[in-house]
Structures are given as structure tokens and as C-alpha cells.
């Protein structure tokens, strides 16, 4: 079936690194936009990233930018989100989530989400 | 940057009908999808392209937009919908969702 697993999460301290990976199964993923979301502890859905099917379209959120690197490998099905600099508001649960697109009209939603993987920003 | 507000809390009996609403600088123009995010749990995607459902949801669950608010509404309301629904459009090539609604079932 349509599958996402997030993996690599874990405690990091402030300024640190961590490579977010995710892996796409049951669909063919370079057919897809993919999307990374987050969510901190008690708090609302913050999108952080997207990139097309073939990975040259790409955006951020402004909280994020020059920061994190969204990319895609379409061999090993997967997702991924290099993330520098890490500052404590970046401790959430990021999910991993396929997207629809289309442009006319203008139309953009997740309709799989991974189970998430945890990011702590901590000293 | 676009925003989306919604109410931070809505109660509902059970049986009744529960309307959540998501308000947006003419939101009508746009595509809204809901998601339903249950404690502990990844969001589910119960509404798309305003009015749509994804094959699983269950036909309680419809959406309208019109002018600058989409509306998720929820007929017959169980206690299973108990959850917080986010509203999210696309303006400008960028992902934006609602902060967010908790639908308590009392």
C-alpha cells in the first residue's frame, strides 16, 4: 500500500545539523510532488518545504530558508531534508507528505502523511 | 504573507452538525482542503478542492467556500471526530494552513 517513513530525527544541539530521509513505497514517487511539514510540541501544521517530480522546482518557508535543503533521489525512492543551523523553534515532528498539484486553477494538497520522525533542538 | 484563521475551538453534541470555519483574504478564488489530525496521529486529508472527499471519508464530511470563508462541516457528528481540523490553500506558490480548530464531541 501508499507508504511514507520519515526517519533520522533525534537531539541536536543549537547550530548543529540533521538529515531528515524519507521512504516512499506503494506509489511511483518521481510522478510526485513530495512536501516536508512540521509540527512543535501543542502547535498548529507549519509547511516547511516542497519540490516537484523531478526536483528542480523547489520552495521554503521564510522560517527556513538558506537553512534547510530539500531534495529527492527517484532511484532510492526518497525524500529527504538536510536541515543547518538548528535553532530551538525547529524542535517539531516533521512529516514527509505527497502532493497534488495543479496550476489552472491553482491547486496544492497532501493527500498521504508519514507517521513523522521527532527533532529535539536542545543544549 | 496570505493567512488562514480559524476558530480555536468549536463543541458539538453528538448527532448534531459541526461547522468549522476557515476565513482568508478572498478565499473563495482559492482551493481549500481540510485534514483531520487526531491526538498522537499524522493529519488525514478528509476534504479537497473545497468540496471533494477521498475515497475512506466517510459522506458526513462536506466543505463549501465562497467569498472569503470555507467551511467544513460535519453532519451527524460521532465521537470519533473528535480531532483538530486545519484548513490549507496555496497562494503564490506557497502552503498555507489555518492554526488550526480542536471539534470537542460533548
Known amino acids: 500500500q501508499v507508504q511514507l517513513v520519515e526517519s533520522g530525527g533525534g537531539l541536536v544541539k543549537p547550530g548543529g545539523s540533521l538529515r531528515l530521509s524519507c521512504a516512499a513505497s506503494?506509489?511511483?514517487?518521481?510522478?510526485?510532488?513530495m512536501t516536508w511539514i512540521r509540527q512543535a510540541p501543542g502547535k498548529g501544521l507549519e509547511w516547511v518545504s516542497y519540490?516537484?517530480?523531478?526536483?528542480?522546482?523547489?520552495y521554503y518557508a521564510d522560517s527556513v530558508r538558506g537553512r534547510f535543503t530539500i531534495s529527492r533521489d527517484s532511484a532510492k525512492n526518497s525524500l529527504y531534508l538536510q536541515m543547518n543551523s538548528l535553532r530551538a523553534e525547529d524542535t517539531a515532528v516533521y512529516y514527509c507528505?505527497?502532493?497534488?498539484?495543479?496550476?489552472?486553477?491553482?491547486?496544492?494538497?497532501?493527500?498521504?502523511w508519514g507517521i513523522g520522525t521527532t527533532v529535539t533542538v536542545s543544549s | 504573507s496570505y493567512e488562514l484563521t480559524q476558530p480555536p475551538s468549536v463543541s458539538v453534541s453528538p448527532g448534531q452538525t459541526a461547522s468549522i470555519t476557515c476565513s482568508g483574504d478572498?478565499?473563495?478564488?482559492?482551493?481549500v482542503c481540510w485534514y483531520q489530525q487526531k491526538p498522537g496521529q499524522s493529519p488525514v486529508l478528509v476534504i479537497y478542492?473545497?468540496?471533494k472527499r477521498p475515497s475512506g471519508i466517510p459522506e458526513r464530511f462536506s466543505g463549501s467556500n465562497s467569498g472569503n470563508t470555507a467551511t467544513l462541516t460535519i453532519s451527524g457528528t460521532q465521537a470519533m471526530d473528535e480531532a483538530d481540523y486545519y484548513c490549507?490553500?496555496?497562494?503564490?506558490?506557497?502552503?498555507?494552513f489555518g492554526g488550526g480548530t480542536k471539534l470537542t464531541v460533548l
Open positions: 507528505a505527497r502532493a497534488k498539484i495543479a496550476d489552472r486553477p491553482p491547486d496544492f494538497y497532501m493527500d498521504v
Open positions: 506503494g506509489f511511483t514517487f518521481s510522478d510526485y510532488y
Open positions: 519540490i516537484n517530480s523531478i526536483g528542480i522546482i523547489i
Open positions: 478572498k478565499l473563495g478564488f482559492k482551493f
Open positions: 478542492q473545497d468540496t
Open positions: 490549507q490553500a496555496w497562494d503564490s506558490s506557497i502552503v498555507v
